[in-house]
């Protein structure tokens, strides 16, 4: 029999692609490794967990499981559209802000539209806009690792069909004022289809950031500027990454075509239960946000103590410098010590680590074993 190789039929595109490679789970660390204790601080989770409410309305439908899911998420959008005083229609879901990277780029990309990115922003749109064979215009970040939105602005074309704000920022932990994102949308061009690009504004840590007076409430553009999606996740302040849900809010006309493609019963009952829960329960964020100013002023404290240059953040992470070391080979070392960071290669970061917030003891063995490995 002839061998079959499936590489005769996937999509050319398909096979530049390598798997997505995420931090590995700390049980199969701990067998690798043969080692009893290992932390996590390496995919920007929040370590509080979820609100209690969440975890009951999680378990309560437990038993209910052999039912699809709301394939429409309907009380979810109800939900949100309540908190954000908008309407049913302006709400999507996804399987994690993550589903919907995708979704949008499948509703929107053509082969050949340019979509315009900041150099050291999530990897996820890249991908996504490769996968449509579109086109990725990157461009740099202004010193201090900011995205640059008058260069992007200027970045835009005729062909332009969408530009990817991050903000905050990840891995870099900065962000863009209100002022600046305000100019960014008065400056962009029409492009050949006679409106304005998409504006995709993922907000994966806008809670975290909400303390800074000039960060933007990118809802109040929304009226007025149909074109803005604002992205958000119920992974990092609600502290249910294991669920998988995100959202966006976006103008009516937007949402149409995202509805039209998204595969039904996405996000699982679970999440949806979840997410609900986690909307009511407003001490969620408050505590979330606190906790994370009062880690970074005491990791910062003491990395300033050893010497260490890092990058100051308003998300729930932070970006350090370990040179003359390279982050491969600091991941590596942190991670015999039993404490799993993130290398930043992926990135073209090579002299960086990203290290997200833990609880107070995480941070206590993340400073004394960095404090080890860097020989400070
Ligand atoms: C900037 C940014 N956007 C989106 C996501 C995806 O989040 P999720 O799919 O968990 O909602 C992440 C996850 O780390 C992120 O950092």
């Known amino acids: 029999m002839e061998k079959f190789d499936a590489g005769k039929l996937a999509r050319s595109v398909c096979k530049t692609f390598q798997p997505y490679v995420a931090g590995k789970p700390i049980e199969t660390l701990k067998r690798e490794l043969g080692l009893k204790h290992i932390i ?10 979820p609100s209690k409410k969440a975890v009951k309305a999680m378990k309560d439908i437990a038993d209910k499981v052999y039912f699809y899911p709301d394939f429409n998420s309907t009380e979810l959008k109800m939900a949100l559209a309540k908190h954000y005083k908008l309407k049913i229609n302006n709400i999507i879901v996804g399987c994690g802000s993550d589903e919907l990277i995708e979704i949008i780029a499948r509703a929107y990309f053509n082969p050949e539209d340019e979509v315009v990115i900041s150099k050291y922003s999530f990897t996820r749109y890249q991908m996504a806009v490769k996968l449509m064979n579109a086109k990725s215009v990157v461009v740099p970040m202004k010193e201090g690792f900011v995205h640059d939105l008058k260069a992007m602005a200027k970045a835009c074309n005729k062909n332009t069909k969408a530009v990817f704000i991050t903000n905050p920022n990840n891995p870099t932990g900065t962000y863009n004022t209100k002022k600046e994102f305000e100019e960014f949308l008065k400056a962009l061009p ?3 289809y006679g409106v304005k690009p998409l504006v995709i504004s993922d907000e ?3 809670e975290f950031a909400s303390y800074k007076k000039d960060f933007p409430d990118t809802l109040k553009y929304l009226a007025k500027n149909p ?3 604002i992205l958000r996740t119920f992974s990092k302040i609600y502290a249910m990454a294991g669920a998988r849900v995100g959202y966006g809010l976006v103008s009516e006309t937007v949402s149409d075509y995202i509805e039209r493609i998204r595969p039904p019963f996405d996000v699982n009952k679970f999440a949806q239960a979840g997410a609900i829960a986690s909307l009511n329960d407003k001490s969620q964020v408050k505590r979330s946000v606190a906790h994370v100013r009062k880690e970074f002023k005491f990791i910062f404290a003491a990395l300033n103590k050893m010497g260490i240059k890092y990058i100051d953040s308003v ?3 932070f970006l350090m410098s370990v040179a003359p070391f390279k982050g491969k080979q600091v991941f590596q070392d942190m991670l015999k010590e039993g404490v799993i960071i993130r290398a930043m290669d992926e990135y073209e970061l090579y002299d960086y680590v990203r290290v997200t917030i833990g609880t107070r003891k995480e941070n206590e063995l993340f400073l004394k074993k960095i404090k ?3 020989k400070k």
């Open 40 to 49: 996590k601080i390496a995919s920007n989770e929040n370590p509080l967990g």
């Open 190 to 192: 029409l492009n050949k």
């Open 204 to 206: 994966a840590y806008c």
């Open 227 to 229: 074109n803005l999606i």
């Open 315 to 317: 998300g729930n992470f």
């Open 372 to 374: 080890k490995v860097l």
